[in-house]
């Protein structure tokens, strides 16, 4: 792993249509290379493109080894993975593989029968002792599933329940059956003989449930307001989680050479547990997705009840993480991926006045921290969360269930919307805005989601004709990274912790010393930081065009400046 790159994320079915069918595809990517090697962006991850149902966009995965025929065919695949080489970039896979879909041949075959050889691929178990199958409240756990209701369907067939922690089109696969890592491991080493650099890995850290010698699973803590409890304690990070990265690890990559990258996303992980999972020495991955940051917006009911976030607490944890992984180990960098709303309209201000400079800022004081970057298609132009109407403007699966289950309980339905609104993944998924024409150029057909409006004004092609906009500021950090080793490398030290608008820290690499100064608001504020910066060069900064002379200070509403010395010029 090569760990001074950016990484760019491309959620294919939302980033270009090159058929018409309103889709994004694999020509579409092709057709773009262009935008993402002026980027400068070195890896890109795609989302998944397996052949699936699509039931939550591909994360339910029915043949690994394929591609599906909305986002084109292994050749193509082949091409585009070519084509990326060639520009010098990487290509990382995303591997889904807590569940599949359950038209996955394995789900299949396992349901078919109690006595079917796959039967223990999956979590197959019976009502909850004295009730019948199919009675409230006989799912063998009180689990409550991440899209709303029961972790557990039931098979009528059998009168046997099996466990989806995401949609009962996502049952999860059973690793403590050997047989089943070993399917995997050969799948992975499949697409690596074929060329790809690496993979994401899907909510990687619930693959081990805490399961009985017995086979029994634990019911989880009762959650207040709801029929189902909390499960996570059984598989966030369950018993035998390191045990399976390293045997994976051991499997699949320590005999091949070359600079594979490994991500495990990990809802739920504290920086104790990603320092075991990232210490190289351990061998599990390269680094983890943590989502502490992302949640720190999460009100008493959940996401979908926002509350508003203070930069005190956004410190507070991304600073335990950099300090956290100073020694050993390593942090990735993300304010945005499919998952998670538009960080410009989230954490800064997506009116007119102040989108650019807050987008600026907020990349600014992410791609300052030690650890890998990683862009979301369209962070980098700046696009905004999107003008949702009613729930039939909504997509995903989380979001419609979360309406339907939460209107059915009782829930004010505009008040259901506007958490929707807020923090639901379709912000993250409406199409990337290339151009100011029709469906931002994203297709010449149907987009399978609207296009925002404001593509008139917020677009690639306007983007990469202003040396201002968001798309050249993030150009320039990513090459700041790759010219000035203490962007990636350096020592971290939070500076002015309690400023409630001041997002300011230092890093240093031998004898290079940097500044980095964010007004994470739309006010001037003047800050109180360390003396002996006066002379220092200006690297980057956001809004040279307001720095007053003689008011080295002051800080323009969202504006960010990283300064660079050398000790000695002190
Ligand atoms: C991960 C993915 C998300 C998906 C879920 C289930 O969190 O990022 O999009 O819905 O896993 O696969
Ligand atoms: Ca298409």
Redesign the pocket.
């Given at each position: 792993m090569d760990i001074t790159g950016a990484v760019y994320q491309i959620y294919p079915r939302s980033f270009a249509d090159s058929n018409g069918d309103g889709i994004g595809d694999l020509g579409g990517i092709l057709a773009h290379l262009d935008h993402l090697q002026a980027l400068g962006v070195d890896v890109l991850w795609l989302?998944p493109i397996y052949c699936s149902p699509q039931d939550?966009?591909g994360?339910?995965i029915s043949d690994y080894q394929d591609i599906d025929p909305a986002f084109g065919t292994l050749e193509q695949f082949d091409e585009l993975l070519a084509a990326v080489h060639g520009r010098g970039m990487k290509l990382v896979m995303d591997l889904?593989v807590?569940?599949t879909s359950d038209e996955h041949p394995w789900f299949v075959e396992s349901r078919s029968s109690p006595d079917s050889p796959k039967r223990d691929w999956y979590w197959w178990r019976r009502p909850r002792p004295g009730m019948a199958a199919g009675a409230a409240g006989a799912e063998p756990t009180n689990w409550a599933s991440?899209?709303s209701g029961p972790a557990w369907e039931l098979d009528e067939a059998s009168g046997e329940y099996y466990l989806h922690l995401?949609s009962p089109k996502?049952p999860d696969l059973n690793w403590e059956n050997p047989q089943v890592r070993q399917a995997v491991y050969a799948m992975m080493g499949w697409w690596l003989d074929r060329g790809v650099d690496g993979f994401r890995m899907?909510?990687i850290n619930m693959i081990s449930k805490d399961v009985g010698p017995d086979g029994h699973l634990h019911d989880g803590r009762p959650v207040e307001g709801s029929p189902y409890g909390d499960g996570s304690a059984s598989y966030i990070c369950g018993p035998r989680i390191h045990e399976f990265l390293q045997e994976m690890h051991q499997e699949v990559f320590a005999h091949r050479d070359g600079q594979l990258l490994t991500v495990g996303?990990m809802?739920g992980v504290t920086v104790e547990e990603a320092v075991l999972f990232t210490d190289p020495a351990r061998a599990e991955v390269d680094m983890v997705f943590q989502f502490e940051h992302v949640d720190l917006d999460h009100g008493p009911g959940g996401k979908f009840d926002p509350r508003p976030l203070r930069l005190t607490d956004v410190k507070a944890s991304l600073g335990r993480w950099q300090e956290g992984l100073e020694e050993v180990g390593w942090n990735s960098l993300y304010w945005n991926?499919?998952?998670q709303p538009r960080v410009v309209s989230r954490f800064g201000d997506d009116s007119p006045a102040h989108r650019v400079a807050s987008a600026t800022c907020l990349a600014t004081l992410l791609h300052l921290h030690r650890g890998t970057p990683y862009v979301y298609q369209g962070e980098e132009l700046g696009m905004t969360n999107a003008p949702f109407d009613s729930i039939q403007d909504f997509r995903d699966?989380?979001s419609v269930n979360h309406y339907r289950h939460a209107v059915a309980a009782g829930a004010d339905a505009e008040t259901v919307l506007a958490g929707l609104r807020w923090t639901g993944?379709d912000n993250a998924r409406t199409p990337v805005q290339w151009t100011s024409g029709p469906n931002a150029g994203f297709t010449t057909g149907t987009p399978w989601i609207a296009v925002n409006p404001n593509h008139d004004v917020v677009n690639a092609e306007a983007a990469r004709a202003d040396p201002d906009s968001v798309f050249h500021h993030y150009r320039r950090l990513i090459e700041l990274r790759h010219t000035e080793p203490v962007v990636a490398l350096g020592d971290f030290t939070m500076l002015v912790p309690h400023h409630e608008q001041v997002y300011a820290f230092t890093r240093r690499l031998g004898d290079v010393e940097l500044l980095v100064v964010c007004n994470v608001s739309g006010d001037d504020v003047r800050a109180d930081l360390p003396g002996g910066w006066a002379d220092a060069e200006l690297l980057i900064g956001n809004r040279p065009d307001v720095v007053v002379p003689g008011e080295e200070g002051l800080l323009r509403p969202w504006e960010a400046r990283v300064h660079r010395r050398t000790c000695g010029n002190q």
């Open positions: 989302s939550d966009n994360y339910d889904v807590n569940h991440a899209f995401f996502q899907d909510v996303e809802p991926n499919h998952d699966i989380e993944r």
